[in-house]
């Protein structure tokens, strides 16, 4: 098993003993597992091998151990089980319903014995819970809005980017080593376009000249079935193999000859109106294009095939970096040579949004100093959660002006990066920030983000976060649509008034890295790009292996047709600092400030 399998028996043991009605100290002992595993670089069954090193885990004591260790060797946790006696397996998709939380889907299986959104879906449509205590006619609305939802996000068959990317790197590591016929093995389709999700991934196979006939590539193939994540071979033509792996994704694997590569590349890495307009584009020009090369009409003469840059100087276009490729003017632009030169992630000086012990990470302001550090960034901006975070263990004004003071006591222990004190203040209902001005005052970086009431209209919603905009404290805007890939639709405003309050007011807005959330997404980067809101890459860690994820906001960016210039913390220090909306600095702030530097 996996540290994915682990963490995924552990996570519904929890929100199954929610359900039943734990104190919350016992659930969350297993969610906080959960989460650590899915940060854990090594495997899980590599650490369990060692019991001191086991239990050396942030949360994992004599008995979580030995729970762990059960999982391994049986698949399954005696106690989940017990409980899947009691409640049938379909109860935790409700936990997946916007509106519905542990006491509700509890109340509703006493009262309906309700577990399918199916039965959900029928009680509110019958409006059954209206009158019900917690409920209400808004409710009922919310309910059937939310199990709609569900369907559209859970059952369309597709993963998050990162678990296709982790899928290809170990797929790809493999195929390499199935000898020296085998030149390269790269990534095409939705996953290099960096889309949030991933239906099936396209890996290709570029063999080596004078390895490349039908032997070679049948040996190819037979190593490629051989994969140990394989759960069942769905095809097996002459240069392709296609399997569904044990994680649910389906993979396409096509073995092409070098000269071939190009053309290869470009088909397969699509997007599918992308690759129409590009074929018109080439019959207009006397030419077909397809997977195999660039060829005259008349006579079928190679034209270009080696490389994708090759393909688009013949169609008399720049060469269009694979995230623009989604027929959304990214073609007229190349043929005006006014593409945008897109950030990269070596772009990238420092990240702005994190979370430590203090709140809800798992790692010490140090540990996170010196994994950034490692990468490369100048600063970072420690931003634990506020008060109003109550399950993420928030910080009031006292806790809050303590960190402050440890992140500066840290900094002389952490050398070659900047430690920034921050904070993840929440927006509250009617758009006021969770601190006082006194305590944001003191902060280096203020990010305002909501985590509650996210079901309210829409213009009440735009009223909100207008409002915490309009603060003058507010310096970033964090996942500012609160989408959750595939789990939660973003909730409802107006991003024209968002947009055009956050230029006027200098508060950028966040492109959230962690692949759950990815937000701002493409479509509305490119507005906020359009209207001149400067934005922030952050990866929202809470662990250390989380800083990995800024690749995921980058690509994301890139998507949005954003630029180095276009981002705060591709700045140098001094000059992020500057670019960041100043804030008010009272007479009680000031001393402080003097104090702590």
């Known amino acids: ?27 969350r002992s297993y969610e906080k597992v959960a989460d650590l595993l899915g940060s854990l670089t090594e ?15 942030p949360g994992v004591g004599e008995g979580m151990a030995e729970h762990i260790n059960e999982i391994l060797a049986t698949g399954d946790y005696g106690l989940r089980q017990k409980l899947l006696k009691k409640y049938p397996p379909t109860i935790l998709q409700l936990l997946e319903v916007p509106s519905l939380g542990p006491k509700r889907v509890a109340f509703l299986w006493k009262k309906f014995k309700c577990a399918t959104v199916e ?29 709609e939802q569900f369907k559209n996000l859970g059952g369309s068959g597709r993963v998050q980017i990162n678990v296709a990317d982790e899928e290809a790197q170990k797929l790809s590591a493999y195929i390499a080593k199935a000898g020296e016929a085998v030149e390269s093995v790269t990534p095409a389709g939705s996953l290099r376009r960096g889309k949030e999700t991933v239906g099936d991934l396209d890996l290709l196979v570029t063999m080596r000249p004078g390895h490349d006939g039908q032997k070679h590539i049948d040996a190819v193939a037979e190593h490629i079935l051989k994969y140990q994540a394989i759960k069942r071979e769905l095809a097996h033509g002459e240069n392709k193999v296609s399997v569904l792996l044990d994680s649910g994704l389906q993979v396409d694997v096509r073995m092409l000859a070098q000269k071939c590569f190009g053309a290869a590349l470009l088909y397969f890495t699509g997007s599918k109106q992308h690759n129409v307009e590009l074929r018109g584009r080439a019959n207009e020009m006397g030419w077909t294009l397809n997977e195999y090369a660039l060829t005259t009409l008349k006579g079928g003469r190679v034209v270009a095939r080696e490389t994708e840059q090759e393909i688009y100087a013949k169609l008399k276009l720049d060469y269009i970096e694979p995230e623009l490729r989604e027929c959304t003017g990214e073609i007229e632009a190349a043929e005006r040579h006014q593409l945008p030169t897109l950030v990269q992630l070596g772009d990238m000086r420092g990240d702005l949004q994190m979370h430590t012990t203090a709140s809800d990470g798992r790692n010490s302001i140090e ?31 006292k806790r809050t002006i303590a960190q402050i003071k440890k992140i500066r006591a840290a900094q002389e222990r952490v050398e070659g990066i900047r430690l920034l004190a921050g904070i993840e203040v929440d927006i509250k209902k009617n758009g006021a920030l969770d601190l006082d001005n006194d305590c944001l005052a003191q902060l280096d970086v203020v990010v305002a983000s909501v985590h509650s009431f996210m079901n309210m209209e829409p213009a009440e919603m735009t009223d909100r976060i207008l409002a915490a905009i309009e603060n003058p404290y507010t310096q970033i805007i964090a996942h500012p649509t609160g989408r959750l890939i595939l789990r939660r639709e973003a909730f409802e405003y107006d991003m024209e008034k968002i947009l055009a309050a956050a230029a006027k007011h200098g ?12 937000d701002l997404k493409d479509v509305h980067l490119r507005m906020a790009k359009q209207r001149g809101v400067k934005i922030v890459i952050s990866t929202d860690s809470h662990s250390t292996s989380h800083l990995n994820f800024m690749k995921y906001g980058v690509l994301t960016a890139r998507r949005g047709w954003i630029e180095k210039k276009d981002v705060i913390n591709a700045l140098p220090l001094e000059q992020m600092l500057a670019a960041l909306r100043p804030k008010p600095q009272n007479a009680k702030a000031k001393a402080a400030r003097r104090a702590n530097n």
């Open 1 to 27: 098993m996996d540290n994915r399998d682990v963490a995924k028996i552990l996570r519904e043991t929890a929100q199954l003993l929610e359900i039943d009605g734990a104190i919350i100290g016992r659930y």
């Open 43 to 57: 495997r899980i069954e590599d650490v369990a091998k060692d019991a001191k090193k086991l239990k050396e885990l």
């Open 119 to 147: 039965n959900l879906e029928q009680l509110a449509r019958d409006e059954k819970l209206r009158d019900l205590p917690g409920f209400g006619e808004k409710s009922e609305q919310a309910i059937l809005k939310g199990a």
């Open 367 to 397: 540990e996170m100093g010196e994994a950034a550090r490692k990468l490369g960034y100048q600063y970072i901006a420690l931003t634990d959660h506020s008060q109003a975070v109550t399950v993420a263990n928030g910080m009031d004004e």
């Open 507 to 518: 508060v950028a807005m966040e492109c959230n890295a962690y692949p759950d959330r990815l």
